[in-house]
Nanobody
């Protein structure tokens, strides 16, 4: 069993930066791929970024590529999402998720298959 707790969300202006963190419980964290998803009001949950168990492979949605950076610190059981050049369309609740299945260099980009989820942290970007 794993628990995930996100933090770092807030209200910022367009062009600002935020760094989200997701703290995980359990010793299995270092063996799981981790991902960030987001969900805006009235929209489906969408993939943002993912990182392999050792941080060696990352993947990003086209909408955030070049602006967001995912990283992890396995010693601290934490995954991060550094967000820069934020836009109003980035406004959403951001969730971290864990995939316990080893998939090599592939990542799930659908929420289906991620077993563990955090409660989410709100990010609001104003004009």
């Amino acid at each position: 069993q794993m628990q995930l707790v996100e933090s770092g969300g807030g209200l910022v202006q367009a062009g600002d930066s935020l760094r989200l963190a997701c703290a995980a419980s359990g010793r299995a964290f270092s063996t799981y791929a981790m991902a960030w998803f987001r969900q805006a009001p009235g929209k489906e949950r969408e993939f943002v970024s993912a990182i392999s168990w050792n941080g060696g492979i990352t993947n990003y949605a086209d909408s955030v590529k070049g602006r967001f950076t995912i990283s992890r610190d396995n010693a601290k059981n934490t995954v991060f999402l550094q967000m820069t050049s934020l836009k109003p369309e980035d406004t959403a609740i951001y969730y971290c998720a864990a995939d316990p299945i080893y998939r090599g260099a592939s990542f799930l980009t659908s929420p289906v298959g991620y077993v563990y989820w955090g409660q989410g942290t709100q990010v609001t970007v104003s004009e």
